[in-house]
């Protein structure tokens, strides 16, 4: 029996990647914020000591871009710094596997339209700036043989997503309409694109890495999709037509037009989305009309 140890346990792809894993029969130790300060790589040690894992799976970060500029220091210690205190840990322990959730945030705008795992990393944000000092520490930690993944995360989402993200607002909102709490769906700028997929497929990547060659896969659907169709699946989704709004106000330091190739981790992983973005969409959809119920 595999044992893994996941980090960030309480967040949305951690509790579905828990629940895969103990599903395929695995072993897990399944740790929270709540429950392990990640920046503590003295704590990080005695946990790895006292479980011994064959594989150590690390969702913990602090996920908000928009929350990483007031933020910068905090979000540097989550999600960069802390990833080097574990690599150093799991430096001393050969066997143990690592995979890494790295974020297409490393890349920033790409002026190609198409990121791999060979475009340059230009990360426009502190958020991304450390996910790509975390990122490169991890490939660092692979040339000098720990066996470490990184998996590079396009956007995705999920019933169990943070509210506060926009996919999320917009399911939530068209719930509202339909059950008569508001007539009409506001977005600030329905024109932004990105390569949105679903969250239970994108955690069968984690499981999927614990047995593969560790590298650096792209993880994502290839697929651009626009927030104001999103806006309509949901409204759709909810059995009701009302006005799609833009909001006031800009969506500070938001990009879009960038997919994901994905060949290299359907090729070595075996992995391909199988969940459409308007599907999943539609189950949160369902999902926030029973939590108004």
């Not at 933020?71 to 540097?76: A, K, L, Q, S, V």
């Not at 143990?96 to 920033?108: C, D, L, N, P, Q």
């Not at 399911?171 to 509202?176: F, G, L, T, V, Y």
């Not at 909810?238 to 037009?257: K, L, M, S, T, Y």
Request: a negative charge; aromatic letters at 4%; glycine letters at 10%.
């Amino acid at each position: 029996m595999t044992r893994h140890l996941v980090t960030g346990a309480g967040g949305q792809d951690g509790r579905l990647l828990v629940d895969l894993l103990r599903r395929q029969g695995g072993e897990v130790v399944a740790l929270s914020l709540a429950d392990l300060d990640v920046t503590d790589t003295a704590a990080f040690r005695r946990l790895v000591a006292r479980h011994r894992p064959d594989v150590v799976h690390n969702l913990a970060a602090l996920s908000s871009v928009g929350r990483s500029w007031a933020e910068p220091e905090t979000t540097d210690a989550v999600n960069h710094r802390a990833v080097v205190g574990m690599l150093e840990v799991l430096a001393e322990l050969p066997g143990t596997r690592f995979v890494h959730a790295s974020s297409s945030e490393i890349f920033g705008p790409v002026a190609a339209g198409t990121a791999d795992e060979d475009t340059p990393l230009a990360p426009a944000s502190p958020y991304g700036e450390a996910k790509a000092a975390a990122h490169l520490a991890v490939a660092a930690a692979r040339s000098a043989g720990v066996a470490a993944t990184n998996l590079i995360l396009f956007g995705h989402t999920g019933p169990g997503h943070d509210p506060g993200f926009v996919i999320p607002t917009i399911c939530r909102q068209a719930a509202e309409v339909a059950r008569g709490g508001r007539d009409h769906l506001e977005l600030r700028d329905p024109t932004v694109a990105r390569d949105w997929g679903s969250a239970a497929d994108f955690v069968r990547a984690f499981a999927l890495a614990a047995d593969a060659p560790a590298g650096d896969y792209v993880v994502a659907t290839g697929e651009l999709h626009r927030l104001g169709d999103i806006a309509r699946w949901a409204l759709d989704a909810a059995g009701v037509d009302a006005e799609v709004r833009r909001a006031p106000g800009d969506r500070p330091h938001d990009f879009g037009g960038v997919r994901g190739d994905n060949r290299r981790a359907a090729r070595v992983l075996g992995w391909q989305p199988r969940t459409s973005l308007r599907v999943e969409v539609e189950a949160m959809v369902v999902a926030a009309l029973e939590e108004l119920r």
